[in-house]
C-alpha cells in the first residue's frame, strides 16, 4: 500500500517533519518514506489528506480475557452503597435466562460504602445460584455461599481477598469461558484496533504460553500479543523453555505472539486497603504483603536464570520498596507494575537498575476520590509520580489494566496530562507530562515511523501534540479519533 500525504509525529526526538510524506508498505514493514512516490502496478492507494502518523500503540498491561467478558458481566461500577449493589444483584437474577448456572458481576468499589459487602446480603436475594462479584480494582471477589462452595472455598461472610481469591479465579474464569464464547476476544481486539493499538501486553490469568498458541487463530484479529504467565505455572514454563521474546506464533516472518515476563502480585491495592505501605491505615495495618521477601528473591532468581524478565505488581511504597530489594539482590531485570505509590529515593533505585515503570494513568480517575481518605494527604501527594520517573531517565510504559480501566490509550495518555476529569482540577499536576511524553510511553517503545522499521502504524485524524495548556491537551487526546490502523502491514482497522 502506498500511503499519500502523511505527516509523521515527531517523538524522541526525532526531527519535527514540516510537510507531509508519502510512506510505502511494503510486505510487513516500512519500505520507503519520501516527499512524493509514484505508485507502483497493483499497489493500493490511500490519501491521508495530511492526518497525522504515529507508531502503533501497546497497551502495556491487560486481562485480556476478563475485558473481553465486560459486556457480558452485570455492571456494579457505578454503585455507591451496599443496598444498591445488591439491588442490582437481584434485579439480574431474576431475569437469567433458563439454565443459567452463574452470575458473574463487576466494577464494584467499597472503600467508601457506609455499609461493608457480606455474603449474607448476596444470600438473601440470590439463594442457590452462584455469583461472582470482582472488585472494580480485581484484588476481591465477593461470592455468595452457593458461589464460595463450587469453587472450593471455605464458607465465610466476608468476600475472599488477594492471595486467596487469584488462586480461586482461574476456576472462576473458566466456568464464564463457557458462557461466552471466542467470539468476545474478537469483538475486544477489533475494538482496540480502532482506537490505534497494535500491541497488548496480556497478563489474565493463565499460562499464556499454552493458551495463546491454541487461541490466536480463532481470535481472527492480528494484533500482536505478548503474554505471561504466574507463579503457579514458572515451573511448567522454565520445563517447556520458555523465555522472554520467544516467538510462540508468527506470520509472514513477523511475530504475533511472543513470550513477556513472570507476572507476580506481591502487595494488594488502594480500595480495598490491602496495599502494602510505610505507614499505617486510618484503623490500623499496613496491607498485605501476599509474597514474602525471601519467596520474592526466589522467584525473581528463578525467572532472571531461566531467562524470563519479571512484571512486579507494586502499589503501596513498602511494597515497591522489597520489590526494589529484590531485582537488586537478583539482578532480575524488568517491570514495576503500577508504580502507584513510590517512597523517598525509590524512582532513583528505579532508575539505577533500569527498570521500566509500567503505569496505568487513569487509574488516579478512580482513585483520587479515595486517596486522600485512606492514605493521607502526603501520601496522595506523592502518588503517579510520573514527571519525576520521567525526569529520571526511568522508561514509562503506559497500559490500562483492563477490565479495571478500559482498554483505551488515549484515555490514559489524556490522564497523565491533565490528571483529571475533562473540566475538573488537576490532581497535583506537578507530577503530569506532555502530550510527548505520555504518547512516547504508549508506543511499545518506537519513537517514530521510520523506513524498515514494522508496517505497525496508526493514523489520526488530528494533531496528538496540539494544546495550548494542559487541560486543552487532554481533552484533544481524549477525543482522538482514528482513521486506519495497520499490524505488521495489514490494515486492521478503518474508519468509515
Not at 465486560?70 to 439454565?99: F, K, N, Q
Request: proline letters at 7%; glycine letters at 12%; hydrophobic letters at 50%.
Amino acid at each position: 500500500m502506498l500511503l499519500r500525504n502523511a505527516q509523521p509525529v515527531p517523538l524522541g526526538g526525532a526531527a519535527a517533519t514540516v510537510e507531509p510524506v508519502d510512506v510505502r508498505i511494503s510486505g510487513t514493514r516500512v519500505a520507503t518514506i519520501a516527499g512524493t512516490l509514484d505508485p507502483l502496478p497493483g499497489e493500493d492507494v490511500l490519501d491521508a489528506d495530511g492526518r497525522w502518523l504515529v507508531p502503533g500503540l501497546w497497551d502495556a498491561h491487560v486481562h485480556l480475557g476478563q475485558w473481553a467478558r465486560r459486556r457480558t458481566r452485570l455492571d456494579l461500577s457505578a454503585t455507591a452503597a451496599l443496598g444498591e449493589a445488591i439491588a442490582r444483584v437481584a434485579a439480574a437474577a431474576g431475569t437469567l435466562a433458563p439454565g443459567t448456572d452463574l452470575l458473574v458481576g463487576g466494577g464494584y468499589r467499597p472503600a467508601t460504602w457506609a455499609e461493608p459487602p457480606t455474603v449474607a446480603s448476596l444470600d438473601a436475594v440470590t439463594g442457590a445460584l452462584p455469583v461472582v462479584l470482582v472488585s472494580g480494582d480485581a484484588h476481591t471477589g465477593w461470592l455468595n455461599s452457593a458461589a464460595l462452595a463450587r469453587f472450593g472455598l471455605a464458607a465465610r461472610d466476608v468476600p475472599v481477598v488477594e492471595a486467596e481469591w487469584f488462586a480461586a479465579l482461574p476456576a472462576i474464569l473458566a466456568a464464564e469461558d463457557a458462557q461466552v464464547g471466542p467470539g468476545a476476544y474478537t469483538e475486544a481486539l477489533s475494538a482496540a484496533a480502532a482506537l490505534g493499538v497494535v500491541g497488548i501486553v496480556d497478563y489474565e490469568f493463565e499460562p499464556g504460553h499454552l493458551a495463546w498458541p491454541r487461541r490466536y487463530a480463532a481470535v481472527g484479529v492480528p494484533l500482536r500479543v505478548r503474554t505471561s504467565v504466574y507463579p503457579a505455572d514458572l515451573q511448567a514454563a522454565v520445563a517447556a523453555g520458555v523465555r522472554t521474546g520467544d516467538v510462540l506464533v508468527s506470520d509472514h516472518g513477523e511475530p504475533m505472539v511472543t513470550m513477556g515476563s513472570l507476572k507476580i502480585i506481591s502487595d494488594g491495592s488502594l480500595n480495598t486497603r490491602t496495599a502494602y505501605c510505610r505507614d499505617p491505615y486510618p484503623g490500623g495495618g499496613h496491607g498485605v504483603q501476599n509474597v514474602p521477601p525471601a519467596e520474592l528473591r526466589d522467584l525473581l532468581a528463578t525467572a532472571h536464570s531461566n531467562g524470563l524478565t519479571v512484571a512486579l505488581h507494586t502499589i503501596g511504597d513498602a511494597a515497591a520498596d522489597a520489590a526494589l530489594d529484590a531485582f537488586g539482590q537478583t539482578g532480575a531485570r524488568g517491570m514495576i507494575e503500577h508504580a502507584q505509590l513510590l517512597g523517598p529515593g525509590a524512582v532513583g533505585r528505579m532508575a539505577e537498575l533500569g527498570l521500566v515503570a509500567s503505569v496505568q494513568p487513569a487509574h488516579l480517575l478512580d482513585d483520587r476520590g479515595v486517596t486522600e481518605v485512606v492514605w493521607g494527604i502526603e501520601r496522595a501527594s506523592r502518588s503517579f509520580p510520573l514527571r519525576e520517573l520521567a525526569a529520571a531517565g526511568v522508561e514509562l510504559a503506559f497500559g490500562s489494566d483492563a477490565p479495571v480501566a478500559a482498554l483505551d490509550p488515549w484515555l490514559a495518555m489524556a490522564s497523565a496530562v491533565h490528571r483529571g476529569a475533562p473540566d475538573g482540577e488537576s490532581w497535583y499536576p506537578e507530577h503530569s507530562l506532555v502530550p510527548a511524553q505520555a504518547l512516547a510511553a504508549s508506543t511499545g517503545g518506537r519513537g517514530r515511523v521510520r523506513s524498515g522499521g514494522p508496517a505497525d502504524l496508526a493514523l489520526l485524524d488530528a494533531n496528538p501534540l496540539a494544546g495550548a495548556d494542559a487541560a486543552e491537551a487532554a481533552a484533544n487526546l481524549r477525543s482522538m479519533h482514528v482513521a486506519a490502523t495497520w499490524v505488521a502491514g495489514t490494515l486492521v482497522h478503518r474508519a468509515g
